[in-house]
């Protein structure tokens, strides 16, 4: 056994879950057979009266190796083959709780998914008094359910309902939590836990399962034996369904192991379990998600991207150029990871106006408990407003969110400039503005580099950087480190307009109001976008960035490139509303009226500019287009190498730009259609609305040579986790 110490002393069996050269005990392989060993071990010797399992790292076992998993999909294995692979675990735990011998877990830290369901099987559960310790069953959050027995045990613990609400959100739960709901049995200080695993053996337990003795109810009843509970299955199908649009399967797939299992004895629902979730492994919505959400944005929080052999940089001291909207936002996660910042604007007044923000934050947070006086006093401490550029001096990097002019960006950047050190970095928040036109007017171009932040910044949890045409590696390197510090998320993109995110959002918003001036009528256009998993339609989020900055950026943009502007197709929409004076939510119209006080509502005038034509597009028609726009841009910036590598295009498109996660991405999305289908489905579409679907040539020859943005698992995997 590799992965577990098996030791025996005075009767009991000490399983010590401990995977070699891993900082976590996770699922893998090896490790069920270990158990599976170590388990039969334990039935065998007469001399063993019963089993301890804990771990000897900080966490018990926190779930299944995410790698693994999603190289799970391109298994070549067939569906009852893996039907059968799924039960393997599953048949390990059954063991435990039937071999006739009883089972403690002794849980010393975090137990999630398989790790939580191993302690369910056991007879006992006594958990140390961590305040670190989580307890859950998040797979619905990888697309998947709690395959290991977690659907049976838990709805049999503690009711189909409490059960049901735990599972389909993908709750981690503390421990006062966890043990008002009978999860774990105690709650001991960490240095008594063994002490009391033991002494719990001692008392000859009974090793027997609730589930598995003669008459046995399930605590409000089960499936549909009691009317509560088939409430229960009702509303939570009903709003299983509207949260997720039947986008995400995995919810429902929960639903339906509970209803089904806990009518039947747990074998059988054991197999009813293992039968949806083979069913979900076999969707690529599962490897998607675990792919982009979790691997692939774990190893961008570790910076991926960093160019190696720079000395690290910790910022103590931040200068912060304008305290609007975004400044104010940056100077509060800045001062929140620690680092004292310099906030500047045109006034001290107005500085102090940024400042504001913050504590009306901090104000919020602590009238819900979540911060002390003493911490929201700290954090307010470290923002030092001011009107004067001396104050900059001492700054590793100063950001500029003023407002998005050229003439004011280069005005702050010189003065700037005149006062902070040579090793400084200057970075620019600007959304739609070349970096490298920016960086003209900076006399250290390498050092000049854009942070692209999003709004509420102390929500969103991208950042996208915009490496210039003249940015260092050192400067790249630096900009990430401050990203890390800050707990955000990076990608980094090369240079271009509107980089990578700022474009692609811009064919979202451009594409529902084409659809507005093609006749279809605008509330199936939102809930369109709204079934296919965007957070919000195309034409509210124009109201929220509002028709007057996409004028603006339309002027600016065509003002720059003069002949070469692809002027984007449905421009005349923003246009129109902004003649009427519908400017935006802001503004209080727009596509959308905004009654005080009331719900918006889609403004009744645009059934005139826009008459809806007399036979609609199927919403399946409408999704696509919506869709099928933002990967195609997405794929030209691969093309023109403004993303590098198809996470941060995956990343982005998910955290920066609201496309549904089930997808894994806009790349992600290409691949699960299929490169060649993506390709001929998008030449059909620019037959039909326009060239702007037209897919770029790199695409086309992807698809003639078989490739896909992420090699399959069988094939090499290296390029799925970079
Ligand atoms: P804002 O209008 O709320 O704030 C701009 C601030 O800059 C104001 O407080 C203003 O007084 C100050 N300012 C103007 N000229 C100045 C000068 N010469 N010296 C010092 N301070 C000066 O604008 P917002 O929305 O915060 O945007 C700022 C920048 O961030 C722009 O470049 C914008 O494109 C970019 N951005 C905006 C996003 C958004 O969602 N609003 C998202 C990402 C980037």
Same mark, same amino acid.
């Given at each position: 056994m590799k992965t577990i110490n098996f030791s025996a002393e005075n009767g009991i069996a000490t399983l010590t879950l401990d995977l070699p050269g891993r900082s976590m005990n996770l699922l893998t392989p090896e490790f069920m057979a270990d158990l599976d060993e170590a388990v039969d071990r334990v039935a065998a010797d007469d001399g063993i009266k019963g089993a301890i399992v804990t771990s000897a790292k900080d966490a018990f076992l926190a779930g299944a190796d995410l790698m693994w998993l999603v190289n799970q999909f391109d298994s070549p294995a067939t569906p009852a083959e893996r039907l059968e692979s799924n039960m393997a675990l599953s048949n390990v735990f059954r063991k435990i709780e039937t071999c006739g011998k009883p089972f403690v877990a002794a849980i010393n830290g975090t137990a999630l998914g398989g790790g939580l369901e191993l302690t369910l099987a056991c007879h006992h559960r006594i958990a140390a008094k961590n305040p670190s310790l989580v307890l859950g069953l998040p797979e619905v959050k990888v697309g @998947? @359910? &709690? #395959?290991? #027995?977690g659907t049976q045990r838990l709805p049999r613990m503690i009711g189909v309902q409490k059960a049901l609400e735990l599972m389909t959100q993908g709750t981690h739960l503390r421990l006062d939590k966890a043990l008002e709901l009978g999860i774990v049995d105690a709650v001991v200080p960490p240095d008594e836990l063994m002490k009391a695993a033991n002494a719990w053996l001692d008392g000859s337990p009974n090793a027997e399962q609730p589930w598995d003795k003669k008459g046995f109810r399930i605590p409000g009843g089960g499936g549909a034996m009691h009317p509560a509970a088939v409430q229960t299955f009702i509303a939570g199908s009903a709003m299983v369904a509207r949260e997720t649009q039947h986008n995400y399967p995995a919810p429902l797939a929960i639903l339906s192991c509970v209803y089904e299992g806990t009518i039947v004895p747990i074998d059988t629902g054991l197999r009813i379990e293992a039968k949806y979730f083979t069913k979900l492994m076999l969707d690529p919505v599962y490897r998607n998600m675990t792919r982009t959400l979790f691997i692939n944005k774990g190893l961008a929080d570790k910076l991926a991207r960093r160019p190696e052999g720079v000395p690290k940089l910790q910022v103590k001291r931040l200068g912060m150029l304008g305290a609007g909207m975004m400044g104010a936002g940056i100077a509060y996660v800045s001062a929140k990871a620690g680092i004292d910042v310099v906030l500047l604007d045109r006034s001290v007044e107005d500085a102090e106006r940024g400042k504001d923000y913050s504590a009306k934050l901090l104000a919020k947070q602590l009238e819900r408990g979540r911060t002390t006086q003493d911490k929201a006093d700290a954090l307010l401490a470290r923002i030092k407003t001011t009107d004067n550029y001396d104050d900059l001096a001492d700054c590793e990097l100063v950001i500029e969110a003023v407002f998005e002019s050229r003439d004011i960006k280069a005005d702050v950047t010189h003065k700037t400039e005149a006062v902070i050190s040579d090793t400084a970095i200057f970075a620019s928040n600007t959304s739609t503005l070349p970096i490298t036109g920016l960086a003209t007017q900076s006399k250290r171009p390498g050092s000049f580099i854009g942070l692209h932040f999003f709004s509420p910044v102390d929500k969103m949890p991208l950042v996208e950087v915009i490496v210039g045409e003249k940015t260092t590696d050192a400067t790249l390197a630096q900009a990430l480190d401050y990203v890390q510090q800050i707990r955000k998320t990076p990608i980094v993109v090369n240079d271009s307009r509107g980089f990578f995110t700022s474009r692609v959002f811009g064919t979202f918003t451009n594409e529902g109001m084409a659809l507005l001036k093609d006749g279809v009528k605008p509330a199936l256009i939102e809930n369109a976008a709204k079934m296919a998993g965007m957070p919000v339609g195309p034409l509210a989020v124009t109201d929220e960035v509002t028709q007057e900055l996409v004028h603006k950026v339309h002027v600016q943009t065509a003002a720059d490139l003069g002949d070469d502007y692809d002027v984007p197709s449905a421009i005349d929409v923003a246009e129109k509303l902004l003649e009427l004076g519908r400017k935006g939510k802001r503004f209080g119209k727009g596509f959308y009226d905004y009654p005080e006080g009331e719900k918006k509502r889609l403004w009744a005038g645009l059934a005139e500019l826009y008459p809806p034509a007399a036979e609609q597009p199927p919403v399946e028609e409408v999704e696509k287009r919506l869709l099928y726009r933002q990967a195609v841009e997405t794929a030209r910036c691969i093309e023109e190498n403004v993303l590098t590598h198809p996470a941060d295009g995956d990343i982005g498109s998910i955290f920066g730009i609201g496309f549904p996660p089930y997808t894994g991405g806009a790349l992600s999305f290409i691949d699960t259609i299929g490169v060649a289908e993506f390709v001929a489905e998008c030449d059909r579409l620019a037959k039909a609305y #326009? &060239?702007?679907f037209t897919p770029p040539e790199s695409l086309r020859q992807m698809a003639a040579r078989g490739e896909q943005y992420y090699p399959r698992a069988d094939k090499g995997a290296e390029r799925s986790a970079a």
């Open positions: @998947l @359910l &709690p #395959g290991a #027995g #326009g &060239p702007r």
